[in-house]
């Protein structure tokens, strides 16, 4: 058990268009999500930890208003890169954390080219 | 400043051979300690963790790792490496207080020779 997915895997837009990942929570509730930034070569950078039914919080340096996230169940959580410009090009990796329990388990990531 | 740090950016090894990869933390108090694995197409994968009791942290596929307080260390280690262990290792900590947030070091990348 505890399988996180994400779709899609990997995704190419315009620049100046939005795009949405999700993060699903397969076979348990989760009731905190987190979303990570991967570069290439580089370690995860934790954007944001979201909640479900509650805004989710930021990390420094990480713009709310251009990464949406939404957490509306306790299985789903999206992230919406909005006006994606070339710099956003990045691997998205999100993991969820099973009610009562600590452990993050992790998404296989989403692939993001901005053209 | 707080941090985690792996040392090592690449390893090669031979399969066969013994294994150990390092990972120094900076802070104040001991942070919850954790390993994980990344492997192409696949998500991260908990190896093993450390939140205290004993030093010596058995883990899955064969891995383990010593926390020394002294050393600021939790050092992952493996006997003998298998060509599948290749992959990027990533040591990571929940610093005091720090709400479940994961912290990552750089990682560090696992080459195995035949």
């Known amino acids: 058990g505890a399988v996180v997915s994400q779709h899609p895997s990997r995704v190419i837009c315009k620049s100046g268009t939005s795009v949405k990942i999700e993060c699903r929570s397969l076979d348990f509730q989760a009731t905190t999500m987190f979303w990570y930034r991967q570069f290439p070569k580089q370690s995860l950078m934790l954007m944001a930890t979201?909640?479900?039914?509650?805004?989710?919080?930021?990390e420094q340096g990480v713009e709310k208003d251009k990464f949406l996230i939404n957490h509306a169940s306790l299985t789903l959580s999206t992230l919406t890169v909005t006006s994606a410009h070339p710099e956003d090009s990045s691997f998205y990796i999100c993991s969820a954390c099973r009610q009562g329990s600590d452990e993050q388990y992790f998404g296989p990531g989403t692939r993001l080219t901005v053209t | 400043a707080q941090s985690v740090t792996q040392p090592d950016i690449h390893i090669t090894v031979s399969e066969g051979a013994s294994l150990e990869l390092r990972c120094n933390y900076s802070y104040g108090a001991t942070p919850y300690l954790f390993w994980y694995v990344q492997s192409p197409g696949q998500g991260l994968q908990l190896l093993l963790k450390y939140f205290s009791g004993d030093t010596l942290v058995q883990g899955i596929k064969g891995f383990e790792a010593e926390f020394k307080r002294s050393q600021s260390s939790f050092n992952l280690r493996k006997p003998s490496v298998h060509w599948s262990d290749a992959a990027e290792y990533f040591c990571?900590?929940?610093?005091?207080?720090?709400?479940?947030?994961?912290?990552f070091g750089a990682g560090t990348r696992l080459a195995v020779h035949p």
């Open positions: 979201s909640n479900e039914g509650s805004k989710a919080t930021y």
């Open positions: 990571a900590v929940v610093p005091p207080g720090g709400y479940n947030k994961l912290i």
